[in-house]
T-cell receptor
Framework: DQQVKQNSPSLSVQEGRISILNCDYT??????FLWYKKYPAEGPTFLIS?????DKNEDGRFTVFLNKSAKHLSLHIVPSQPGDSAVYFC??????????FGKGTKLTVNP | DTEVTQTPKHLVMGMTNKKSLKCEQH?????MYWYKQKAKKPPELMFV???????INESVPSRFSPECPNSSLLNLHLHALQPEDSALYLC?????????????FGEGSRLTVL
């Protein structure tokens, strides 16, 4: 039973364009959402987060949108750069110490 | 220092061996975590320590034994593992307890059980 779903295993975009990574969740108790980026042979690194009291959080080229009624969040990267190529994990917390991860989306940004 | 350091990076062991994975952080974080990640799967939580006390054990088999000697160190002792335990073991730490906030992950220890 996957509580956090990333239905696109991979995404390919051109450099300079927008990358949109999507994430859906089923547990209505989740109130904090995070995105992590993972390069090969490295651990995940925190990218950006959003609390359920907000619907948008922006940090430089990265913006996360949250639609609570649809139980959906998305990560926008504008403009995309080749160095953004990595696996992106969506994660959610219900206020406990458990962070539930999605399966990840592999983003490839082509020069 | 914003690093979580894990050793060894790679470990190959037989099913009868006893080995340990080590994790260290010097960020003053009071919560530390062990996650297991298999290929093309998300990280799965194994254990959480808060203030050096075990707060979550996700029904992990007893052949995995965590230990938190102090607030900077976290060990995972391995004994009588099975080949299906081969995976990337990730350590993480966080500043916030009582809610999984931003976790800082190490690079992981890739374990192969023969």
């Amino acid at each position: 039973d996957q509580q956090v779903k990333q239905n696109s295993p991979s995404l390919s975009v051109q450099e300079g364009r927008i990358s949109i990574l999507n994430c859906d969740y089923t547990n209505s108790m989740f109130d904090y959402f995070l995105w992590y980026k993972k390069y090969p042979a490295e651990g995940p690194t925190f990218l950006i987060s959003i609390s359920s009291i907000k619907d948008k959080n922006e940090d430089g080229r990265f913006t996360v949108f949250l639609n609570k009624s649809a139980k959906h969040l998305s990560l926008h990267i504008v403009p995309s750069q080749p160095g953004d190529s990595a696996v992106y994990f969506c994660a959610a917390s219900d206020g406990s110490e458990k962070l539930v991860f999605g399966k990840g989306t592999k983003l490839t940004v082509n020069p | 220092d914003t690093e979580v350091t894990q050793t060894p990076k790679h470990l190959v062991m037989g099913m009868t061996n006893k080995k340990s994975l080590k994790c260290e952080q010097h960020m003053g974080h009071r919560a530390m975590y062990w996650y297991k990640q298999k290929a093309k799967k998300p990280p799965e939580l194994m254990f959480v320590y808060s203030y050096e006390k075990l707060s979550i054990n996700e029904s992990v088999p007893s052949r995995f034994s965590p230990e938190c000697p102090n607030s900077s160190l976290l060990n995972l002792h391995l004994h009588a593992l099975q080949p299906e335990d081969s995976a990337l073991y990730l350590c993480a730490s966080s500043q916030v307890y009582g809610g999984a906030g931003e976790l800082f992950f190490g690079e992981g220890s890739r374990l192969t059980v023969l």
